[in-house]
Every structure is written in structure tokens, then in C-alpha cells.
């Protein structure tokens, strides 16, 4: 195996990392979205609390993505389509945390 051939497994591995990493914090996203609905529905105190509480993970997930993306990006040093395709993980990983942010769940807590 040649160092280019090396370099794009690499990069394929690190880029499949990122991928599970978004689809973890889809999971996660999607959970504190339906929790946090219920909460509010059922005018459920205690839920709400555990959707805010919870919120530091979803912060720790897009953290843990951008981190790895920076690094993917500084020591591989994709081409343009490769890095397009990593710093999107960033960027799903952003629309995710807006979207878990437990706005309804803060209503009912109040």
C-alpha cells in the first residue's frame, strides 16, 4: 500500500467516524425534540427538566464534531470534494443543534 492509498483510507475512516457521529446526534436530536413535546403536552415538570438537563449532551456532540472535523481537515489535507463532504458533517451537526435546542420544554419548566 502506496501513502496516497494509505492517506484516503485514513480519510475515508475519519469521515465514516463523522458520519456515525451526526447520525448519534440525530438520534439524540430527535429524542430531545419528541421529549420535549410530550413535555409540554402533558405539562410533564419533571420531563421538561430532564430535556434541559440533557441539552449539554447535544452540546457536547457538535463539539465533539467540529473538533473532529478541524482535525480531519488540518492533517489530511482533503481535496475539494473531500472537503466539502467534512466540513458538511459540521454543518449538519449545527442544524441538528438547533433543532434539539428544548425550546418547548423551557416553556413548561417555567
Do not use: Y
Amino acid at each position: 500500500m502506496n501513502v496516497s492509498e494509505h492517506t484516503a483510507r485514513v480519510f475515508d475512516t475519519d469521515l465514516i467516524k463523522l458520519t456515525q457521529l451526526v447520525a448519534q446526534m440525530g438520534g439524540f436530536a430527535q429524542k430531545q425534540v419528541t421529549d420535549s413535546i410530550d413535555a409540554l403536552t402533558r405539562r410533564d415538570v419533571s420531563l421538561a427538566r430532564q430535556v434541559i438537563a440533557a441539552d449539554a449532551t447535544v452540546d457536547n456532540l457538535q463539539r465533539l464534531i467540529e473538533e473532529k472535523a478541524i482535525a480531519t481537515i488540518a492533517l489530511r489535507q482533503p481535496m475539494a470534494v473531500d472537503l466539502r463532504a467534512t466540513w458538511r458533517r459540521t454543518s449538519e451537526s449545527g442544524s441538528l443543534r438547533s433543532a434539539a435546542t428544548p425550546r418547548s420544554a423551557s416553556w413548561c419548566a417555567d
